[in-house]
């Protein structure tokens, strides 16, 4: 794993301020939920098996965020810097699973995502679906962001990545929450071979897509794993349809879901026990058996 440039040393260092801190006056742990945990990014580098996965895509790199929430403590320079440390770690593809601005009127938020996004440089694709805050805002103005951003929109759709004669499907679906989510149309476009991988934004649809047999993973985000987590407790907070899975992997019937725990968060603009996160997948092909 890796950061934005906060050292250890630097963590630990703030991290003994802000014990000392609440154990004095209550106000340390706050400074450090404010303004050091929601800009140290998590970078999870983690292998998964899939089993219809070809052997052409043994070794494929997905990168997944999600939640960039632009309006609630997001800026241009953090984004940019997240955009860099996607690029760093060369992914064949981005998946983006929503929410990519929190409040109207988004003209402004709008602009600084197309500078920021534009800047990914997978080396096949990057594709995104919608999440709950794009539909309370302005559906129509994001999904001219993802034009802009040079970002397939994959609301409803399926994009399949080709290795000579083996194919890798990326399928999403609209928002569930807002019932814009269409599975059959879906299911429909889908063809009946190889891997395919869904984007949904929150988790908890896995109890639904899984049902179908056909996805081998399921990509998430929502939750912002809860942004604060109590120690011996757990997420403080979980939002409808990010209760059930709300951080990490999980084993859905023959399907992996995975929940992202965000890049940015919505109010309070704090983080405590649960950074925001930058996911890196690295696909691998079962091995066959001899």
């Not at 320079?77 to 109207?104: K, S, Y």
């Not at 999403?172 to 934004?201: K, M, N, S, T």
């Not at 109890?207 to 794993?225: E, M």
Request: a neutral charge.
């Amino acid at each position: 794993m890796s950061n934005n440039g906060l050292s250890r040393r630097k963590f630990l260092k703030v991290s003994l301020v802000s014990t000392v801190g609440t154990a004095l006056m209550g106000l340390g742990s706050l400074a450090y939920a404010r303004d050091v945990e929601p800009t140290w990014i998590d970078v999870v580098r983690l292998p998964l098996t899939l089993p219809r996965l070809s052997p052409a895509f043994d070794g494929y790199r997905l990168a997944h965020i999600s939640d960039i929430h632009m309006g609630t403590g997001m800026t241009l320079e953090r984004l940019q810097r997240i955009v860099e440390m996607v690029n760093a770690e060369q992914p064949d593809a981005v998946a983006i699973t929503g929410d990519f601005v929190t409040l109207n009127p988004v003209a402004a938020a709008a602009s600084v995502l197309v500078e920021a996004l534009r800047g990914l440089r997978p080396k096949d694709t990057a594709a995104a679906v919608l999440g709950n805050h794009d539909h309370w805002t302005d559906p129509t103005a994001i999904r001219r962001v993802l034009r802009q951003s040079g970002i397939l929109d994959l609301s409803n759709t399926v994009y399949t990545l080709r290795r000579g004669t083996a194919v890798l499907h990326l399928a999403g679906v609209d928002d569930y929450w807002e019932r814009q989510a269409r599975l059959d149309d879906v299911l429909a476009q889908l063809p009946a071979d190889g891997a395919a991988i869904l984007l949904a934004h929150e988790p908890d649809y896995a109890d639904i897509s899984s049902l179908t047999g056909r996805f081998d993973l399921q990509l998430s985000g929502h939750s912002h794993g809860g942004q604060v987590i109590i120690p011996l407790y757990g997420p403080l907070v979980l939002p409808t349809y990010g209760q059930k899975y709300p951080l990490g992997r999980y084993q859905v019937g023959t399907m992996i879901q995975y929940t992202n725990r965000g890049l940015g968060t919505v109010r309070p603009a704090v983080r405590f026990n649960c950074r925001p996160e930058i996911t890196v997948f690295t696909l691998r092909a079962p091995v066959a058996a001899t």
